[in-house]
């Protein structure tokens, strides 16, 4: 079992690694953007806002002071 | 060649090229410090799992259809260059230490001299750590050579990239006889995120079922845009750090 658990352990450090927001959030962006490219709007803007917005949110959790 | 092509092999290159200076430094450390016999049959054992790895996953991941492909790799592609990238900023803001080839070079050597002694036959240190510190970095380049190659229909193309790089690699530290600690590794793994995440961005959007305005040509809109967008993000972090820094001074 430990070494199922090491397993999976390992394989959530390589996939999801230090900060699980970033797969979080692009899991989300993907179903957004396939959601809304089944409507007449046009969906190719979502993932590059949302990578934007995961990267900002990501790097400043990190940069700011602990309190 | 077209430009995604040459994208894709820039991408593969220099992925793999920062991956295998990280595992030279382990295997030379393990090596000159114990047994190079053991070590260089861990490194053999480790490459051996790796091609299996590749056999298995690089026709399941193939024959995949195009658009579930695509979301797939590049839903992977994004959360692992994300990771990179926001690494690389950390770093270049100095708001995280850089990897230093040689300090790692010397802890590995501390931690394998006072390991035990070699008792003949084959040293488990030396195997284990080779093993794992050439599985774990291989495994990245495992993951990025399938990515990219099997997106593009180009297994080969990308493999061969990866191979020149880890040959290129090798030949320097079997010359140097040292870890390759001049290499730029930060700005490597900081141009490898923002391809990553570009081509991520690209293929998953697309596989999503959105349609890129211009087709292919969009990623030479993308990938400057992201690289620009990450400077910027460096400018800003350090500027906040900087403050910081002075504030602490004043107060010591």
Redesign the interface.
């Given at each position: 079992m430990s070494r199922l658990a090491g397993l999976a352990r390992g394989v959530w450090d390589?996939?999801?690694?230090?900060?699980w927001r970033?797969?979080l959030g692009?899991?989300a962006a993907?179903?957004v953007?396939?959601i809304?490219?089944?409507t007449s709007v046009?969906?190719?803007w979502?993932?590059?806002v949302a990578?934007?917005v995961?990267?900002?949110v990501?790097?400043s959790a990190?940069?700011r002071?602990r309190r | 060649m077209t430009g995604t092509q040459i994208g894709l092999e820039l991408s593969v290159f220099l992925a793999c090229a920062v991956e295998a200076v990280e595992a030279l430094t382990i295997v030379l450390a393990v090596g000159t410090t114990r047994s190079w016999r053991s070590t260089l049959i861990g490194v053999a054992s480790a490459l051996g799992t790796l091609a299996v790895l590749t056999a298995a996953l690089g026709p399941a991941l193939t024959s995949l259809p195009l658009g579930a492909l695509r979301?797939v790799v590049?839903?992977?592609l994004?959360?692992?260059g994300?990771?990179w990238?926001?690494?690389a900023?950390?770093r270049a803001?100095g708001?995280?230490e850089l990897h230093d080839e040689e300090a790692i070079f010397d802890r590995q050597r501390q931690s394998a001299g006072s390991a035990g002694l070699v008792a003949g036959g084959l040293d488990a240190y030396s195997f284990t750590v080779a093993f794992k510190g050439v599985l774990l970095e291989g495994?990245?380049v495992v993951f990025i050579v399938l990515t990219f190659g099997a997106n593009q229909h180009d297994v080969g193309l990308a493999a061969a990239a990866a191979a020149v790089a880890i040959a290129l690699v090798v030949v320097a530290g079997v010359a140097v006889h040292a870890p390759l600690a001049r290499v730029p590794e930060n700005t490597m793994k900081f141009a490898v995120g923002v391809m990553l995440?570009s081509f991520g961005?690209f293929w998953?959007?697309e596989?999503?079922?959105?349609?890129?305005?211009g087709g292919e040509g969009?990623l030479l809109v993308?990938i400057p845009?992201?690289l620009a967008?990450?400077l910027t993000?460096v400018a800003v972090?350090r500027g906040?750090?900087a403050p910081?820094v002075g504030q602490r001074a004043a107060a010591g």
């Amino acid at each position: 079992m430990s070494r199922l658990a090491g397993l999976a352990r390992g394989v959530w450090d390589f996939i999801v690694g230090d900060d699980w927001r970033i797969a979080l959030g692009v899991v989300a962006a993907l179903g957004v953007t396939a959601i809304v490219s089944d409507t007449s709007v046009s969906a190719w803007w979502i993932l590059p806002v949302a990578v934007a917005v995961l990267l900002l949110v990501s790097v400043s959790a990190v940069a700011r002071p602990r309190r | 060649m077209t430009g995604t092509q040459i994208g894709l092999e820039l991408s593969v290159f220099l992925a793999c090229a920062v991956e295998a200076v990280e595992a030279l430094t382990i295997v030379l450390a393990v090596g000159t410090t114990r047994s190079w016999r053991s070590t260089l049959i861990g490194v053999a054992s480790a490459l051996g799992t790796l091609a299996v790895l590749t056999a298995a996953l690089g026709p399941a991941l193939t024959s995949l259809p195009l658009g579930a492909l695509r979301v797939v790799v590049g839903g992977l592609l994004l959360i692992f260059g994300l990771q990179w990238l926001r690494k690389a900023i950390l770093r270049a803001a100095g708001l995280k230490e850089l990897h230093d080839e040689e300090a790692i070079f010397d802890r590995q050597r501390q931690s394998a001299g006072s390991a035990g002694l070699v008792a003949g036959g084959l040293d488990a240190y030396s195997f284990t750590v080779a093993f794992k510190g050439v599985l774990l970095e291989g495994l990245e380049v495992v993951f990025i050579v399938l990515t990219f190659g099997a997106n593009q229909h180009d297994v080969g193309l990308a493999a061969a990239a990866a191979a020149v790089a880890i040959a290129l690699v090798v030949v320097a530290g079997v010359a140097v006889h040292a870890p390759l600690a001049r290499v730029p590794e930060n700005t490597m793994k900081f141009a490898v995120g923002v391809m990553l995440t570009s081509f991520g961005t690209f293929w998953g959007a697309e596989g999503a079922g959105a349609h890129w305005p211009g087709g292919e040509g969009a990623l030479l809109v993308i990938i400057p845009v992201l690289l620009a967008f990450s400077l910027t993000l460096v400018a800003v972090l350090r500027g906040r750090k900087a403050p910081a820094v002075g504030q602490r001074a004043a107060a010591g």
